[in-house]
C-alpha cells in the first residue's frame, strides 16, 4: 500500500482518578488541560466542589501532532511525523453517561473508552490548478491562520452543535487540486460503531454546508465535505495536475458493480474503464467523472481505502490535451490539411496580399524611382552626374524617318481608349525595344516585362523570382512552395489522395498577375469605366485634354490678362468650383492609363514552361484589355505571336507596327551622328555592306570609335555573319539529334536567288523541285533568323534575308569555290535523282500502255486503229520522257564540272 506520509500518531495513556468530594474529570490534551464535571447520584447542582464529586484525569505521553498546524506538512515535515485517515486511540477518557454508569457499577478507575480521531475532505475551497503556468496559484495562497479561521468559523459546523465531543486538530491545505483536509478529533460511544460515527460528522457537515449555503466567487459552485477514507498521497509533482479521469490500481478483483457504489457519491461517473488484466502487473480501472472537481475528490478521500477488504490506489490519469488534438489533426489530414492550408491562405491574405499590392502599386506608378521627381533628378544631376560621364545615347532617335511615322502610330493609339492588343513586330535587333520605351518614357504609371529573361531560366524556382522581381511582387516566400511540395507528398504517400497544398507552376504564376491586376486597378483612371463604351470613355478623356490646355493657357497668361476678367468671372468661377470638382472626378487623362509592356513575347516557343508562360500572359492581357484597365503593347519579332493573342481576344483587330531596317539614306544620317564624315570618308560604303539593321550599325560605330578603320569594323562583322550563316544553315550534327528543318541544298537555293538581289519570289521558290509545294521549311528558316518572309494581304509574298548583312554573306559563301563546288554537286545529285524518278515513273507507264496493244499495233479491244487519247497520252510521255532525259544530261555535266572543281580545290591545297 502506498503512503506518501504519516501524521504524527499520538497514544497517550491516560489514568482514571476518581475524588470523593465529587465527580470531575480532567482531561489533559497537549499542553492544554481540560475538565469535565460529573456529578455523583443525589448530588446538588450547586454542590460542583463538594466531596461527592468524580475527577477523571488523562495525561497524554506526549503531544498530539495536529493540535496546532503552523507549516505545510506535505512540504516540510518529514514522512514520518504525518499519519492520515480514522483511527483509534487508547486513552483514559469518559463521557458523562458511561461515567455515571461506572460509578454506579462501581468500577470507576478500571473503564478504558476511547479517543479516535478522523479526517473531512472539503472541495471547491479553492480554484483547480491547471499547471505550472496557471497564477492562480501563487495568488490566491492563504495563511495557516486563515485557513483555521475559515475551517472552524465557515466549513465545520461550531463544536457544541456536533456531536461526541468533535474537536478540529488542524488543516492541511491542497491548493492543486481545490480543497483541504480538516483533522478532528472525537468520543466514540460505545453505543455507535466507528463507520456510525463518522457518518454523523460527515452528515452534520453536509447540513451545514447545504443550510448556509458556501459558494464560491470563482465558480459560483457549493463547497462540498467529504469523509477521508482511505490514505492521501500528498504530492507536488509538476508532471500531475487535476483532470476529469482517475486512475485506480488494485490487487484483486473488483467489478464495475462493486467500484460504482464507492465512487458515485463523489460526482457523476461518464464511464468506468476496464482494460484487459495483465500477468504480475495490478489490476488497473479509469473512472472518468464528468467534471474535474469529482475526480480530486476522489482522489483524496479514497486512495488507500478498502473496497471489499481490497486496497485501492487513486491517481490521476495523465492527459495532454495537445496530444489530443495533434493526434486528431494527424488521423483526419483530409480535413486538417486543408482546414490548415485554409488558414494559412487567410493569414497571407490578409497580412501579406496588401503588401504585394502596396509593393506593385509603388513599381506601377514609380514611387520609389528618383527620376520621376524634378527635384531628385537635380540633385543627381548636379551631384553624382558632375562626377561621372552619361551613358552613351542608342542609335534609336526621333530622326529616324521611318520610325517617326510608327512613333506616331502608337503615341495615337496609347492615347486612345484601350480597347485592343498593340504589337510591336520586326527582326531581331530592329530596335523594337528601343523604340517602345522611347514611346512610353514619359508615360506615368507603366510596368514592363522582359520575358526573354523568363524563359532563359533553368527551372520554376528561378522563374518566379525573375517574375516577381519584374512587377514587384514582394514578399515571394518561395520556399514555402517547396516545403507545401514535400507535405502534399508526404500526405500523397501516406493517405493516398492529394492534399492539395502544393501549387502548380500556373497557379503561382497566375497568383503573381491577379496581384497585379489588383495593383493596376487602383492606379488606372478607367477602373471603374468598364461598363462604359470606348466612345464614352474617349469623350472623358477628350474632356480632360481641353481642361488641361484650358489650366496651361491660363498659367501662362500674364497678371494683367488675369485682372481683366474682372470680378463677374471670378465669382462665376468660384459658384461652380463644386460642379467643376464633381466633373473633375470622372475625368480621364491618357496620360495616367497604366501601359504594359510584354518584350520578348514568344521569343521562345519550346522550352520548359514556355508555352503556358505565352498562355496566361495572353489571357491576363486579355482581361485587362476588355475592362479598359492598361493598355498593353506586345513586341515580339515571331511572326506566329498573333495566334495565342487572337486565341485570348477573339474577334479583335489587333494595332500592329512593323519595324523594317533602316534605308541607306537613314542608316548614313543615323551614323554621322556618332562619325563625322570628313575623318571617315569610306563610311558610305562600309554601310552598304551593313545594312539599316540597328544592332549591327551601332556594334560598327562602337569597333570605328574604338580606333578599328570602318574597313576593319566592316571586315569583322561581315565575317562573324559568314560564321553564323554556315553554322546555322549547313553546320547541323545529325549525330547529336540535332535535324535541321530545311535541307542544306534548300537554303543554298534560297543563298543563290538573296545573294544579288533584294528579295525572292516566295511562290516561285515555294514550287521550286527542291521544295515541292512545302512551306515548312520556310518557316523554320525564318524562326531561326535567317531569311525573313515580308506579308502582303495577309499571305507570304517576298523573302528576304533575315539581316542585311546577310546578303553580303551570302556572296561570301557564293564566292567559295569548294564549297559552292560541294553544294552545287548535292543540288544537281538530288535533281538528277528526281528526274531519274520521273523517267521511271514515264517509262512504267508507257509499259502498261504498250500492254493494250496486240504485236501488229492494233487495239486490243478491237480491230483497227489505236484510240486518239492513247496516242496522246504516248506521244505526251515521250515528250516528257525526253525532257527528263535532257535535264538529266545536263546535270551530269554540271556534276563533272562541279567535281573537277572540288578536285581542282584539293590539288590547290
Known amino acids: 500500500m502506498l503512503r506518501a506520509a504519516h501524521f504524527a500518531r499520538t497514544t497517550a495513556q491516560r489514568q482514571l482518578s476518581l475524588s470523593s468530594s465529587g465527580h470531575r474529570t480532567v482531561v489533559a490534551r497537549g499542553s492544554q488541560l481540560r475538565t469535565l464535571n460529573f456529578l455523583a447520584p443525589n448530588t446538588p447542582v450547586a454542590a460542583k466542589s463538594s466531596s461527592n464529586s468524580i475527577s477523571v484525569t488523562a495525561l497524554p505521553a506526549k503531544p498530539v501532532g495536529f493540535a496546532k498546524t503552523t507549516k505545510a506538512p506535505h512540504i516540510k515535515q518529514p514522512a514520518k511525523s504525518r499519519s492520515y485517515g480514522t483511527e483509534t486511540q487508547n486513552v483514559t477518557i469518559a463521557t458523562e453517561e458511561e461515567v455515571r454508569k461506572a460509578v454506579l457499577r462501581g468500577d470507576i478507575g478500571t473503564k478504558r473508552l476511547p479517543l479516535q480521531y478522523g479526517m473531512l475532505y472539503f472541495d471547491n475551497a479553492y480554484p483547480l490548478r491547471m499547471g505550472w503556468w496557471d497564477i492562480r496559484y501563487s495568488l490566491l495562497k492563504p495563511g495557516w491562520r486563515s485557513l483555521e479561521r475559515k475551517a472552524k468559523n465557515e466549513l465545520v459546523p461550531p463544536e457544541d452543535k456536533m456531536p461526541f465531543h468533535f474537536k478540529i486538530g488542524g488543516i492541511e491545505p491542497r491548493l492543486k487540486d481545490g480543497g483541504m483536509f480538516v483533522h478532528f478529533s472525537y468520543v466514540r460511544p460505545s453505543s455507535y460503531t466507528t463507520k456510525e460515527a463518522l457518518k454523523e460528522i460527515e452528515s452534520r457537515c453536509e447540513q451545514h454546508l447545504i443550510g448556509h449555503g458556501h459558494y464560491m466567487w470563482f465558480n459560483f459552485q457549493k463547497v462540498r465535505a467529504f469523509l477521508v477514507k482511505g490514505e492521501p498521497f500528498l504530492e507536488d509533482m509538476n508532471s500531475r495536475y487535476p483532470n476529469n479521469k482517475i486512475r485506480v490500481e488494485f490487487l484483486g478483483n473488483l467489478g464495475v458493480e462493486t467500484l460504482y457504489p464507492a465512487f458515485r457519491k463523489y460526482g457523476r461517473i461518464h464511464d468506468i474503464i476496464t482494460p484487459p ?99 531628385l533628378r537635380w540633385i543627381r544631376k548636379e551631384t553624382i552626374g558632375r562626377l561621372t560621364r552619361t551613358s552613351q545615347e542608342s542609335l534609336q532617335a526621333p530622326g529616324w524617318r521611318e520610325r517617326e511615322e510608327e512613333e506616331a502610330k502608337l503615341r495615337a493609339w496609347l492615347r486612345d481608349p484601350p ?127 481641353e481642361e488641361k490646355e484650358r489650366r496651361a493657357v491660363a498659367r501662362a497668361a500674364s497678371p494683367e490678362s488675369l485682372d481683366t476678367l474682372g470680378k463677374q468671372s471670378l465669382l462665376r468661377k468660384r459658384k461652380n468650383k463644386a460642379k467643376q470638382h464633381v466633373e473633375k472626378s470622372s475625368w480621364c487623362d491618357p496620360d495616367d492609363i497604366p501601359v504594359i509592356v510584354i518584350d520578348g513575347y514568344m521569343c521562345k516557343e519550346k522550352g520548359g514552361h514556355a508555352k503556358e508562360l505565352w498562355n496566361l500572359l495572353a489571357e491576363w492581357a486579355a482581361v485587362l484589355v476588355e475592362n479598359h484597365l492598361a493598355h498593353v503593347v506586345f513586341v515580339t519579332n515571331n511572326v506566329t505571336a498573333s495566334k495565342p493573342l487572337a486565341k485570348a481576344l477573339p474577334n479583335r483587330t489587333f494595332e500592329s507596327v512593323v519595324l523594317a531596317d533602316a534605308t541607306l539614306e537613314s542608316a548614313m544620317e543615323l551614323v554621322h551622328k556618332h562619325l563625322d564624315q570628313s575623318e571617315f570618308p569610306t563610311l558610305r560604303k562600309a554601310v552598304e555592306t551593313i545594312g539599316g539593321r540597328l544592332t549591327d550599325l551601332e556594334l560598327f560605330v562602337q569597333k570605328v570609335k574604338s580606333g578599328m578603320a570602318p574597313e576593319e569594323a566592316t571586315h569583322d562583322i561581315l565575317g562573324r555573319a559568314v560564321i553564323e550563316v554556315r553554322k546555322t544553315a549547313f553546320d547541323y550534327d545529325n549525330t547529336d539529334g540535332k535535324t535541321a528543318h530545311w535541307t542544306a541544298i534548300q537554303f543554298w537555293a534560297i543563298m543563290q536567288q538573296l545573294a544579288y538581289a533584294e528579295s525572292a519570289n516566295y511562290d516561285e521558290l515555294r514550287i521550286h523541285p527542291l521544295f515541292k509545294n512545302d512551306e515548312s521549311p520556310f518557316a523554320y528558316m525564318e524562326e531561326a533568323e535567317l531569311i525573313s518572309i515580308v506579308h502582303k494581304n495577309g499571305r507570304p509574298f517576298l523573302v528576304k534575308p533575315g539581316k542585311p548583312i546577310y546578303r553580303a554573306a551570302f556572296r561570301e559563301l557564293l564566292l567559295d569555290s569548294g564549297f559552292a563546288a560541294v553544294m552545287s554537286l548535292d543540288t544537281m545529285t538530288f535533281l538528277e535523282k528526281v528526274e531519274q524518278a520521273n523517267v521511271n515513273k514515264y517509262e512504267t507507264e508507257l509499259k502498261e500502255l504498250s500492254s493494250l496493244l496486240h504485236q501488229d499495233g492494233s487495239w486490243i479491244f478491237g480491230s483497227g486503229r489505236v484510240p486518239k487519247e492513247i496516242d496522246t497520252r504516248v506521244k505526251w510521255l515521250m515528250k516528257k520522257l525526253a525532257a527528263s532525259h535532257e535535264k538529266i544530261a545536263g546535270y551530269e555535266q554540271e556534276i563533272s564540272k562541279a567535281k573537277l572543281v572540288v578536285a581542282s580545290v584539293g590539288q590547290s591545297l
Request: hydrophobic share 40%; proline share 4%.
Open 419 to 545: 480597347e485592343t492588343f498593340i504589337i510591336v513586330s520586326g527582326p531581331r535587333g530592329a530596335g523594337k525595344s528601343e523604340m517602345v520605351d522611347f514611346v512610353v518614357k514619359e508615360k506615368h504609371h507603366k510596368v514592363i516585362l522582359h520575358c526573354e529573361e523568363l524563359v532563359n531560366s533553368r527551372s520554376e524556382n528561378e522563374l518566379l523570382p525573375k517574375l516577381a522581381r519584374q512587377v514587384g511582387y514582394i514578399p515571394l516566400f518561395q520556399f514555402m512552395s517547396n516545403i507545401n511540395n514535400m507535405i502534399d507528398m508526404a500526405i500523397t504517400a501516406t493517405t493516398g489522395q492529394k492534399a492539395g497544398l502544393s501549387a502548380t507552376f500556373e497557379g503561382q504564376i497566375k497568383k503573381i498577375l491577379d496581384t497585379l491586376t489588383v495593383a493596376i486597378i487602383q492606379s488606372s483612371p478607367t477602373s471603374d469605366m468598364s461598363s462604359l463604351s470606348p466612345e464614352a470613355i474617349m469623350k472623358k478623356i477628350e474632356a480632360t485634354q
Open 277 to 375: 488484466a495483465v500477468k504480475d502487473m495490478p489490476r488497473q480501472v479509469f473512472v472518468q467523472y464528468t467534471s474535474s472537481r469529482a475526480a480530486t475528490s476522489a482522489k483524496n478521500c479514497l486512495h488507500g481505502a478498502e473496497i471489499e477488504g481490497i486496497k485501492v490506489n487513486v491517481q490521476y490519469e495523465k492527459v495532454l490535451k495537445g496530444n489530443i488534438v495533434w493526434t486528431w489533426l494527424s488521423n483526419h489530414p483530409r480535413i486538417s490539411v486543408p482546414l490548415g492550408g485554409a488558414m494559412v491562405a487567410g493569414l497571407s491574405y490578409l497580412i501579406f496580399d496588401p503588401i504585394r499590392v502596396f509593393s506593385m502599386h509603388a513599381k506601377i506608378t514609380q514611387l520609389f524611382n528618383v527620376n520621376e521627381y524634378s527635384v
